[in-house]
RNA sequence: GUGGGUAUAGCUCAGAUGGUUAGAGCGCCAGAUUGUGGCUCUGGAGGCCGUGGGUUCAAGUCCCACUAUCCACCCCA
């Protein structure tokens, strides 16, 4: 007796699917690459260990701490802990071979060595798109990743959801404006304050040494109301004299005009002024979607527009706008919400070739061969086993046909298909058989 | 990094106040006459009760430690 069995099991924090919901993921990966595509994106992978070196190049608190980093030998090397590094090392490097504009996106796994907790991964796929300009960038891209994430929703299937706008620079320039100093603990706070509720969040500014007249005037910027063109006359209103601010209204009226020429309609993004976004290198736009009804479930695609992408590897200056779907987390949030298809098959197979014995396999992988001609996904059923297991192979799969393959459809050269689910069964030529399965 | 919960069959969980051979549902396997699945019925396999120590005549149950895992905070997708 081998007592040296391993138990099998994998790290927390890393998803693993079985078979229905793998194939659903990748329907959604499909849906999403696809519909990157259609935009003119081009495909990039990049290797997912790189040197220490180039991830940790702009160095920092949070990224330090949860990078998965390693020796082999005397290099220093470590897994991406996501795909907007990488891109700008790519950029960096191979600047004199790309051209400009340069529309990527990339889907891929990325690593964060974080405590486990609920819906949060240590691996988990990021599909991001991005715009990188050589030197300059109009801010007309701005406005069409807006319309890139609308497609993207509307192709999932989602009708009922926000993409929420806002830049980064009116905030700044309000901030100016009030002498505040520290904006990214603000900005922090502000990002919050939805979930937090405002009451905390004022102690959290009280905290921070802010006085109530300061607070205040915060707490009345963020809550501007109104449509979007409101929203705008509100800001300008502010008669607020600071360039950035004054450039932050302009980018963001520029923004806004021309997401309506995408046509995303109206119910599908909006100004909000809470939304600031934690990554510190964001810029001028900044992006958060939501789903309408499952505000529970936060943001789903988020990502905003940064001056200079690879300040780190390059003295050129590449501006870049783009924005990332954290695609596991959300497929796990969507399952949770129970938000997925539930009737799906577990297999992509839609014919499972059933030979009666094995003096029938010849004809039946004959079979198969012509129906796979046809694109029909098919299956030959090789364990000799009684009929009755064979055909609940097909069902626990939900394969929707089965062909039997007995003597009497070789002599005959046809073969006797059968519907899984009503049970009809008939005998025909295979075009036939082809026919009815498509 | 800080705080809290949980650990019994492949999975989800029962197993008052310690007491003999540890249970259910689901799943899995096999039968209900030889080329026909799903539904039903019958039977079966499968557990060092997370690991180590302690209390006790007696521990799945109580205590301690360790480990694993989950949840919340921080931060993030």
């Given at each position: 007796?081998?007592?040296?069995?391993?138990?099998?099991?994998?790290?927390?924090?890393?998803?693993?699917?079985?078979?229905?919901?793998?194939?659903?993921?990748?329907?959604?990966?499909?849906?999403?690459r696809?519909?990157y595509e259609?935009?003119g994106f081009i495909p990039l992978d990049t290797p997912l260990?790189?040197?220490?070196?180039?991830?940790?190049?702009?160095?920092?608190?949070?990224?330090?701490?949860?990078?998965?980093?390693?020796?082999?030998?005397?290099?220093?090397?470590?897994?991406r802990?996501d795909l907007t590094v990488p891109l700008a090392r790519y950029v960096a490097q191979h600047?004199?071979d790309l051209t400009?504009?340069f529309r990527r996106y990339h889907i891929g796994?990325v690593?964060?060595?974080?405590?486990?907790?609920?819906?949060?991964?240590?691996?988990?796929?990021q599909c991001d798109v991005d715009i990188i300009?050589?030197?300059?960038?109009?801010?007309?891209?701005?406005?069409?990743?807006?319309?890139?994430?609308?497609?993207?929703?509307?192709?999932?299937?989602?009708?009922?959801?926000?993409?929420?706008?806002?830049?980064?620079?009116?905030?700044?320039?309000?901030?100016?404006?009030?002498?505040?100093?520290?904006?990214?603990?603000?900005?922090?706070?502000?990002?919050?304050?939805?979930?937090?509720?405002?009451?905390?969040?004022?102690?959290?500014?009280?905290?921070?040494?802010?006085?109530?007249?300061?607070?205040?005037?915060?707490?009345?910027?963020?809550?501007?109301?109104?449509?979007?063109?409101?929203?705008?006359?509100?800001?300008?209103?502010?008669?607020?004299?600071?360039?950035?601010?004054?450039?932050?209204?302009?980018?963001?009226?520029?923004?806004?005009?021309?997401?309506?020429?995408?046509?995303?309609?109206?119910?599908?993004?909006?100004?909000?002024?809470?939304?600031?976004?934690?990554?510190?290198?964001?810029?001028?736009?900044?992006?958060?979607?939501?789903?309408?009804?499952?505000?529970?479930?936060?943001?789903?695609?988020?990502?905003?527009?940064?001056?200079?992408l690879?300040?780190?590897?390059?003295?050129?200056?590449?501006?870049g706008?783009g924005?990332s779907?954290?695609?596991?987390?959300?497929?796990?949030?969507?399952?949770?919400?129970?938000?997925?298809?539930?009737?799906?098959?577990?297999?992509?197979?839609?014919?499972?070739?059933?030979?009666?014995?094995?003096?029938?396999?010849?004809?039946?992988?004959?079979?198969?061969?012509?129906?796979?001609?046809?694109?029909?996904?098919?299956?030959?059923?090789?364990?000799?086993?009684?009929?009755?297991?064979?055909?609940?192979?097909?069902?626990?799969?939900?394969?929707?046909?089965?062909?039997?393959?007995?003597?009497?459809?070789?002599?005959?050269?046809?073969?006797?298909?059968?519907?899984?689910?009503?049970?009809?069964?008939?005998?025909?030529?295979?075009?036939?058989?082809?026919?009815?399965?498509?």
């Open positions: 007796m081998s007592k040296d069995i391993v138990k099998p099991s994998t790290l927390p924090g890393f998803m693993e699917l079985l078979p229905k919901d793998q194939i659903l993921f990748n329907k959604i990966l499909d849906t999403i696809k519909t259609e935009f260990i790189e040197k220490s070196e180039v991830l940790l190049a702009k160095g920092g608190g949070e990224t330090e701490k949860q990078i998965y980093r390693f020796t082999k030998g005397d290099t220093d090397m470590a897994l802990f600047f004199s400009f504009p796994k690593y964060r060595g974080e405590k486990s907790q609920r819906g949060r991964f240590r691996e988990f796929y300009g050589n030197g300059k960038l109009s801010v007309v891209y701005d406005a069409e990743i807006v319309s890139i994430i609308y497609a993207t929703f509307n192709n999932l299937g989602f009708k009922d959801f926000t993409i929420k706008i806002n830049n980064r620079k009116v905030l700044n320039g309000f901030f100016a404006s009030l002498n505040i100093e520290n904006t990214v603990d603000v900005l922090r706070t502000i990002d919050k304050l939805e979930k937090i509720g405002e009451k905390s969040a004022i102690s959290e500014l009280k905290g921070l040494g802010f006085s109530e007249d300061t607070i205040g005037k915060i707490l009345n910027f963020i809550k501007i109301q109104g449509t979007n063109q409101e929203k705008l006359q509100a800001l300008k209103s502010l008669d607020m004299h600071t360039e950035v601010f004054q450039n932050g209204i302009d980018e963001l009226t520029t923004v806004i005009e021309y997401i309506n020429s995408f046509g995303v309609p109206e119910k599908n993004y909006m100004i909000d002024l809470t939304i600031a976004r934690g990554l510190d290198y964001y810029t001028g736009t900044v992006y958060e979607t939501f789903l309408d009804n499952y505000p529970e479930i936060g943001s789903v695609c988020s990502g905003g527009r940064y001056e200079n690879a300040e780190y590897y390059t003295t050129q200056k590449l501006p706008v924005v779907i954290g695609l596991t987390r959300l497929f796990y949030q969507l399952k949770e919400a129970g938000l997925l298809e539930s009737d799906t098959p577990s297999t992509l197979t839609k014919v499972l070739v059933v030979p009666m014995d094995a003096t029938c396999n010849e004809y039946s992988i004959k079979v198969a061969n012509t129906l796979r001609e046809s694109g029909i996904i098919s299956e030959v059923y090789f364990e000799e086993v009684k009929v009755g297991k064979k055909l609940n192979y097909a069902n626990k799969l939900d394969i929707p046909y089965v062909v039997l393959i007995g003597e009497d459809e070789i002599q005959r050269q046809m073969v006797s298909l059968k519907n899984m689910k009503t049970g009809y069964q008939e005998t025909l030529a295979i075009d036939e058989a082809i026919k009815s399965v498509k």
